[in-house]
Structure formats: C-alpha cells, structure tokens
Nanobody, 123 residues
C-alpha cells in the first residue's frame, strides 16, 4: 500500500496549485481519502476529505470556498485544487487513506499516508 503525493511548490499569494495523490497496491474505491497539512513542531491539521464514492466532501473552515477535493477511482488518484492561496496555507501537505466510510478529522483515523509535498505561499 503506497500513496504518492505531488504538486507542491512555491507560489505567490492569490495563486493556485493542484496537489495529486496516486495510490497503488490496493483498490481505493471504498477508502475515504483526505489531505492534511503540517507545520514544523505542530500537529497535522485536517484540510479536506472525500468519501470512497466521492459524493461526500468535508473541508476545514479555513479553506472552504478556496480548496476543492476530488477523486477518480479508476485512476486511483485524489486531487486537491487550491485557489486564492494565502501565506498561512504554507505547510507540508499529506494525503491519507482510511478504511472507514465516514470522513474523519483526526490524523489518527487514517492508516496510510503519503510522503508529503511542500507548499510555500509568499505574500
């Protein structure tokens, strides 16, 4: 079971980025997926989650209206479209998978993790 995240980079405030997370080694169709982010010395913070069939999504209040999570189970891929980026969005972003059907907000509810991709937003 592997998750590979990519798409991070350094951008200016107001710019957009799309993160991708590709899974291998198992079928994603029944797994809840989520994106978390983390700053040095801090806990991983829930950003967005999507149910296995893709019909349900949840977002942190800080990203609602700016970020969109989506998935394509045929491609074993989950994306995080990030628009109107702000300096406070700067963090390492991780994708995660959970065998639970509901979208959890705690990192402890996710069993599988990608390696993280750095997003840096300058003002």
């Amino acid at each position: 079971v592997q998750l590979q995240a990519s798409g991070g980079g350094s951008v200016q405030a107001g710019d957009s980025l799309t993160l991708s997370c590709v899974g291998s080694g198992y079928t994603l169709s029944m797994y809840t997926k989520a994106w978390f982010r983390q700053l040095p010395g801090k806990e991983r913070e829930f950003v967005a989650g999507i149910s296995g069939h893709g019909r349900n999504t949840q977002y942190a209040e800080s990203v609602k209206g700016r970020f969109t999570i989506s998935r394509d189970n045929a491609k074993n891929t989950v994306w995080l479209q990030m628009n109107s980026l702000r300096p406070e969005d700067t963090a390492v972003y991780f994708c995660a998978a959970s065998r639970e059907f509901s979208i959890g907000y705690s990192s402890s509810e996710y069993e599988d993790w990608g390696q993280g991709t750095q997003v840096t937003v300058s003002s």
